[in-house]
């Protein structure tokens, strides 16, 4: 099964808001509500960002919101900061499978 | 606190065996499912499989099946990833996670860096 298609890289300046789109089919991100979405800075482990498509865990900034619209799912970062670098990965439920990652995405705040 | 803390770094030749872990505290490890993820020098997270360690029920991503075996030590809130013959292409950082039964990977382990080097 083919990973979920991210964009390689994103880059915006501080304060400013940016989004990266994951894109996957209707038998994944079309047809279930199970989408996440996971943030990993150079050489830490992943961690949880977004849940169940919109859902943030307890603690973490009101500035990262998720959202998704027929096959592609999209997390949004408000108010740039130098700490969002990093890479980010989605993933959903499957029709065939528990899990299905993204490629990842970069980013780079300038 | 939860925590999922994994056996250390190995070094192995190709055709060698391996077996890591990922040791759980802070939460009732029965109730959750504990996935197994690689990342592959450079490259992007891939998900192998996953175990319940209630009932030792194993899924296992296709690409991986016939490569690596998911195992569980409930009484000792422990769960494996085992190799029997390693390959090059097995060097990797090998991360587990526990995953909440709405399909997601709520806590991490800091992962295991594996290398496979003749």
């Known amino acids: 099964q083919s990973a979920l298609t991210q964009p390689v890289s994103v880059s915006g300046s501080p304060g400013q808001s940016i989004t990266i789109s994951c894109t996957g089919t209707?038998?994944?991100?079309?047809?279930?509500?199970?989408v996440s979405w996971y943030r990993q800075h150079p050489g830490k482990a992943p961690q949880l960002m977004i849940y169940e498509v919109t859902n943030r865990p307890s603690g973490l900034s009101n500035r990262f919101s998720g959202s998704k619209s027929g096959n592609t799912a999209s997390l949004t970062i408000s108010g740039l900061q130098a700490e969002d670098e990093g890479d980010y990965y989605c993933?959903?439920?499957?029709?065939?499978?528990?899990?299905?990652f993204g490629g990842g995405t970069k980013l780079t705040v300038l | 606190e939860v925590q999922l803390v994994q056996s250390g770094a190995e070094v192995k030749k190709p055709g060698e065996s391996l077996r890591i872990s990922c040791k759980g505290s802070g939460y009732n490890f029965p109730n959750y499912w504990i996935n197994w993820v690689r990342q592959m020098p450079g490259k992007g997270l891939e998900w192998m499989g996953r175990?319940?360690?209630?009932?030792?029920?194993?899924n296992y991503s296709p690409s991986f099946r016939d490569h690596v075996t998911i195992s569980t030590d409930k009484s000792i809130s422990t769960a494996y990833l085992q190799w029997s013959s390693l390959k090059a292409s097995d060097t990797a950082m090998y991360y587990c996670?526990?995953?909440?039964?709405?399909?997601?990977?709520?806590?991490w382990g800091q992962g295991t860096l594996v290398t496979v080097s003749s």
């Open positions: 209707n038998s994944d991100i079309g047809a279930y509500n199970y």
């Open positions: 175990i319940n360690p209630s009932d030792s029920y194993i």
């Open positions: 993933s959903s439920y499957t029709n065939s499978s528990p899990l299905l």
């Open positions: 996670a526990r995953q909440t039964s709405d399909y997601y990977l709520d806590s």
